[in-house]
């Protein structure tokens, strides 16, 4: 009887945990979470993709001469450094495949091989994409390579019988491979947690087919054996969305770019708006709820700042998602450029801020509740044990043991004396440093710490910008900086060691700091003792490990953008970063005034590489303010703009000035003009064009709309918005007009339209929380002045711009509370046609004709 009962237990525990007792480490409960197979705990997990073996990442390597396998474990320690738990990939097909869907076991191969030991050894899990359906050719034109997708292409790849059975070999044959560094099958290994069978499909045929050969895809992989879960994109053609749940899948996949792609510069303003919250339009299907939900690729696509992706981390783990993986990691060896895919942009060394808000988002998944809301934005900007910050460019996780942060900060933990981990940039209670990399703190017994500070990293181009080989975008700097470390367990008068290779610095900090160059450190304090020095941290760090390129500044930079315009009357502040090889010895302002030489006023250092000065009242009357900045380094003068071998007060100097026009007070405070077309935020238009007008230097830009709504394919259901709306962030523009700015009274939009009768036009101000203002005015055939008093401005919708993908995500921000209207507080226009629309008007096309749009 005893044996029954036992015999009982064991088959309804069997029954219970599924895939985990099958020969997997996850499984799938029915409930649609994931869990492990040991301890039955919801997975979580966090990280990257990176595509070092493959495409043009490989073709960038072999045409540098890099040793891609020390690249990797470069990289792959970097990953370890950020927390990262988690990779994925969608692996190019093209490039390890034959037509009829052979596996290759070429270098690719290999090479993908051995990232995955290197991974595993950190710690890290999988999920892998075995079918791309991309060439390998991006950015660059495509390859001719052996494989089915580049046979077939991705349309045939989903309807073709010889590409469908290329494919069903393909995936058979992956999952059986033996990886030669683990001696594992794909389908055996325990630390590749699932598998996704392809990178976006894009289905278009009918449901029934659909179902047809995702099964046949399924079939294919299980086939082998394999009991790892597998996942299906449901995130494109939606519509679909049963013929996916009926498939046979344990997982679906989604993504997020809530900045759309391809901005070609730097986005502005507050974007927490846009990531405020993932909703799902199936959510509520009963099929939907029985699968386990992931993100395959997610980016801020064309931000370049630190406080953004905790906040999506937030709205994943509301949404219902486990697993989230970033695109994508930019290769050390190439992040100098950002040639790979120019509209992301992600390095530890390069893009040190925006890693490290990377390194949070990775907490968020591992300490957020799965499906726990926090509300709105902005009431949502703290939630747990974090916070974002647009107004300070910050994202921070604080607890007693672990205290990360992305920018300066005066928060202090709540436990110093137990901190265990300190990741961050720049200044805060327990760590005062200058520099521009980030650095790392851990705790390795009592009285002892690692520290390791990465080089500094400086931006010398917009990173999103146009991309190529020969235009760096970034520097890296391996300079001296003075580090003051606070911690109740190091005191005074700590000892400091050099550890990573070539690393002989010692010394003794003078009371709590010391000079730092990058590398990693052994901080003692006196009396404690060291230890083993091979013992191993998190992640499986050694206490020597450091990876990092050395000093790239082979000239000196400059890097000023002068004010669009200026009030007469007030200061100026003028402000740039300059970047030299060794530190200059005087920065200079060079101001023209009444007389023809310049008055010279020395330009005092900031943080980073960062220089200011201000020119003073009495240079700023109405007409044009000229100046010049001079580096004087080792005897040598080098001015700029143009980097011209002189100082801008000797007699034989030449060059060109940067210009401000200083406009008389109570002038007009242009928010936009048709000039800025290609920073506008909005969805492209065929036939949409940049006028010139009579006038030299004016231009009008024309929109056409063929409809305010029209059904999105990959979205039939979606909900019909008729609106066309235009964002364009002008901060940059009014930086020294702020008392003008402050004292207008009204909101002038200048243009007209191509309809044959009047078009109500919404024109609204954002303000830094993400409110909005706005009122509507009728805009004639005739270019004019069309005005709004800002006292008669209303709370209007937030159209979130640029758009985001997938486009099933809301088109209007719905904010927690909307804050009092303040001008000073305004930094964004929206242009929006639309809103006053009714009736027939709502399905014809329409024309808007933009000239400018300015406060007086």
Not at 64 to 87: E, M, N, P, S, T
Not at 158 to 173: D, K, S
Not at 304 to 315: D, H, K, L, V
Not at 744 to 762: E, H, K, N, S, W
Request: glycine content about 8%.
């Amino acid at each position: 009887m005893k044996i029954k009962i036992i015999l009982l237990i064991v088959t309804c525990v069997i029954s219970a945990t599924g895939w985990a007792q099958k020969g997997t480490d996850v499984y799938v409960d029915k409930d649609g979470i994931m869990r492990w197979g040991k301890t039955r705990e919801e997975v979580r997990a966090f990280g990257v993709n990176y595509t070092a073996p493959f495409a043009f990442a490989y073709r960038t390597a072999q045409q540098q001469g890099i040793d891609l396998k020390k690249a990797i474990d470069d990289d792959v320690y970097h990953f370890a450094r950020l927390g990262f738990d988690l990779y994925r990939v969608h692996v190019w097909d093209c490039e390890i495949s034959d037509s009829v869907g052979n596996l290759l076991n070429n270098e690719h191969l290999e090479l993908f091989d051995y990232m995955l030991k290197k991974m595993k050894d950190r710690g890290m899990k999988f999920m892998i994409t075995p079918i791309a359906y991309w060439q390998n050719g991006w950015p660059a034109p495509d390859q001719k390579t052996p494989g089915f997708s580049f046979k077939y292409g991705k349309g045939d790849c989903l309807t073709n019988e010889g590409a469908i059975r290329a494919q069903e070999n393909y995936l058979y044959q992956f999952l059986n491979h033996v990886n030669p560094h683990t001696g594992l099958a794909y389908k055996n290994d325990p630390d590749i947690i699932a598998f996704e069978v392809s990178n976006e499909p894009h289905h278009g045929e009918p449901a029934p087919k659909v179902t047809a050969f995702i099964k046949r895809m399924v079939t294919a992989m299980k086939k082998t054996g394999s009991k790892k879960p597998v996942f299906y994109n449901i995130s494109h053609s939606i519509h679909l969305a049963d013929a996916y749940f009926d498939a046979g899948i344990q997982g679906g996949t989604f993504q997020w770019y809530p900045t759309g792609l391809g901005s070609n510069h730097e986005l502005g303003g507050n974007l927490l708006p846009n990531v405020d919250n993932y909703i799902i339009p199936f959510a509520a299907n009963p099929g939907f709820k029985k699968i386990a939900k992931l993100v395959y690729e997610f980016d801020a696509a064309d931000v370049g700042r630190s406080y953004i992706y905790p906040a999506m981390a937030r709205s994943f783990r509301t949404a219902g998602m486990q697993i989230a993986t970033q695109f994508a990691y930019d290769p050390t060896y190439m992040a100098d450029v950002n040639t790979e895919y120019g509209t992301h942009y992600m390095n530890l060394v390069y893009t040190p801020q925006k890693a490290l808000s990377l390194k949070i988002a990775g907490e968020v998944f591992r300490h957020v509740p799965l499906y726990k809301s926090y509300g709105r934005y902005p009431a949502n900007a703290t939630f747990g044990d974090f916070s974002v910050s647009y107004e300070q460019d910050l994202a921070q996780m604080v607890t007693p043991t672990k205290f990360y942060y992305t920018n300066n900060t005066r928060t202090t933990p709540p436990a110093v004396d137990k901190l265990e981990e300190i990741a961050g940039w720049g200044n805060s209670p327990v760590v005062q440093y200058n520099g521009t990399g980030a650095y790392f703190l851990d705790r390795v017994a009592p009285g002892v710490w690692r520290l390791e500070v990465l080089p500094d990293a400086v931006w010398i181009d917009d990173p999103f910008s146009k991309a190529s080989p020969s235009k760096k975008m970034a520097v890296v700097h391996a300079r001296a900086w003075p580090v003051n470390i606070q911690l109740p367990d190091l005191k005074d008068g700590y000892t400091v060691q050099g550890m990573n290779a070539g690393n002989a610095f010692s010394a003794v900090a003078a009371g709590t700091s010391f000079t730092v160059t990058p590398g990693t450190y052994l901080l003692t304090r006196k009396g404690a003792t060291t230890g083993d020095l091979n013992v191993r941290l998190h992640h499986n760090i050694g206490l020597r490990e450091f990876a990092a390129p050395g000093t790239s500044v082979k000239q000196s930079y400059v890097l000023h953008k002068p004010m669009a315009s200026a009030t007469e009357g007030g200061a100026l502040a003028v402000e740039a970063t300059v970047v030299t090889a060794t530190v200059p010895d005087a920065v200079e302002l060079s101001v023209y005034g009444k007389h023809w030489k310049p008055e010279v006023i020395r330009m005092e250092a900031g943080s980073g590489y960062t220089y200011r000065a201000t020119i003073a009242a009495s240079f700023l009357q109405a007409g044009t303010l000229r100046y010049y900045i001079t580096v004087r380094t080792a005897g040598k003068a080098v001015t700029y703009p143009g980097a011209i071998p002189r100082g801008a007060t000797d007699w034989d100097f030449y060059g060109t000035p940067y210009t401000v026009p200083v406009l008389p007070a109570k002038s007009p405070v242009y928010l936009f003009t048709a000039s800025d077309e290609s920073k506008l935020s909005r969805n492209w238009t065929p036939g949409t064009s940049l006028m010139p007008l009579a006038e030299p230097g004016r231009v009008e830009l024309v929109v056409p709309i063929k409809k305010l709504f029209e059904v999105d394919p990959e979205n039939r259901q979606g909900k019909e918005v008729h609106d066309y709306s235009m964002r364009y962030h002008f901060t940059g523009q009014v930086t020294g007009r702020q008392s003008d700015m402050t004292n207008a009274t009204r909101i002038v939009f200048r243009g007209r339209t191509g309809d044959a009768t009047p078009l109500p036009v919404q024109i609204a101000l954002i303000l830094r929380d993400g409110s909005a203002y706005g009122a509507t005015v009728s805009v004639d055939v005739r270019t004019g002045d069309y005005s709004l008093a800002l006292a008669d401005l209303k709370p209007v919708s937030v159209v979130t711009l640029p758009r985001p993908y997938p486009s099933f995500l809301p088109y209007y921000f719905i904010p927690s509370s909307v804050s009092k209207f303040s001008l000073e507080q305004a930094e964004t226009l929206q242009i929006s046609i639309g809103p006053g629309i009714t009736g027939a008007g709502l399905e014809s096309s329409h024309t808007l004709v933009v000239e400018s749009v300015r406060l007086e």
